[in-house]
Every structure is written in structure tokens, then in C-alpha cells.
């Protein structure tokens, strides 16, 4: 999969499809899988400090 890094001026489009609340960015974490936000692998502690 590619990769293009956005330019100041590009346009992203997108469409969302859900909405979700958390009370901590931990509990987002547990919820979504970190391949999701690229970071398969990671830790959880490596994603909240």
C-alpha cells in the first residue's frame, strides 16, 4: 500500500461513517485495533504516552 503525505493545500474527502465518544484516549485504543490508525505492533502504552 502507498503512501502520499498531504501538502498544505491538498483536500482530503471524506465520509464518516460512525461516531464514537470516549472518556480517555486509552479506552479509544482498547476499542479500535492499532492497525487501524497504522500502529499495528505498538504497545498500549506507546499509544497514550
Do not use: N
Not at 35 to 41: A, I, R
Request: hydrophobic share 35%; glycine share 2%; aromatic share 14%.
Amino acid at each position: 500500500m502507498a503512501y502520499h503525505a498531504l501538502q498544505q493545500d491538498d483536500k482530503l474527502q471524506v465520509k464518516v461513517t460512525e461516531l464514537r465518544t470516549y472518556d480517555t484516549f486509552q479506552d479509544m485504543y482498547k476499542d479500535i485495533p492499532f492497525k487501524e490508525f497504522d500502529c499495528e505492533g505498538w504497545t498500549l502504552k506507546e499509544m497514550v504516552i
